[in-house]
């Protein structure tokens, strides 16, 4: 088993919808998490970090983490066209470690 | 926010010569810089970290005397792909950390070998 499963997609949805990205983990350690975004060609942009569980808002975006079940969450409301990318999570422990372990990416398509 | 660049953004270069990929951290200092490989549709491969003033941490199975790191500054580091060989066509991509979680990436290097 990966320490951080994603499933690749492609995940197809009409401009307008909610968007629901998952990833779950196997580490407990895991106390950062991060989604990036990447365009194809391009290198992975920082969108969200979060530290610990609870629910983080920015914009159209909402990152939830929820710990217990080692399962974490990018929700992408009214998506535009524009959002179709590959989003990957990361997630990286506490204490001297910092090195984030990446998901695969989830290749997302939003279609006018 | 924090700006990564890289160059070549993209290089062709025959087998059995070297490439160097620089990354630059231009408006923040990077103690602590990645270097990543990606394959199409596959995650971020981390090969090595790179600390400045220090040698590289090499991933298990990546070969330190191929792929020879040097991270001279706190804005700079760069990546030598020795002796390319077609598999080692792909795209490379560094990243630079500004503080304990935030790592910004670069735009990556299409490296083909033919």
């Known amino acids: 088993q990966k320490e951080v499963e994603q499933d690749p997609g492609p995940l197809s949805v009409p401009e307008g919808a909610i968007v629901s990205l998952n990833c779950t983990y196997s580490?407990?350690?895991?106390?950062?998490f991060m989604w990036y975004r990447q365009y194809s060609r391009k290198g992975p942009e920082l969108l969200m970090y979060?530290?610990?569980?609870g629910n983080k808002e920015d914009g159209r975006f909402t990152a939830q983490v929820d710990k217990s079940s080692k399962y974490i969450s990018l929700f992408i409301r009214d998506s535009q066209p524009s959002d179709s990318a590959t989003y990957l999570c990361a997630m990286s422990a506490g204490g001297g470690s910092y090195i984030p372990t990446f998901g695969r990416g989830t290749s997302l398509i939003v279609h006018p | 926010g924090a700006v990564v660049s890289q160059h070549p953004s993209r290089v062709i270069c025959k087998s059995g010569t070297s490439v160097k990929i620089e990354c630059r951290s231009l408006?923040?200092?990077?103690?602590?810089m990645f270097w990543y490989r990606q394959f199409p549709k596959q995650s971020l491969m981390l090969m090595a970290t790179?600390?400045?003033?220090?040698?590289?941490?090499?991933e298990q199975g990546v070969e330190k005397d191929k792929f020879l790191i040097n991270h001279a500054s706190l804005t700079l580091s760069t990546l030598t792909v020795t002796s390319a060989h077609p598999e080692d066509s792909s795209f490379y991509i560094c990243?630079?950390?500004?503080?304990?979680?935030?790592?910004?990436f670069g735009p990556g290097t299409r490296l083909t070998v033919t």
């Open positions: 979060t530290y610990s569980s």
């Open positions: 408006d923040f200092q990077a103690t602590t």
């Open positions: 790179s600390n400045e003033g220090s040698k590289a941490t090499y």
């Open positions: 580490n407990s350690a895991f106390q950062y």
């Open positions: 990243s630079a950390r500004a503080n304990n979680y935030e790592q910004y």
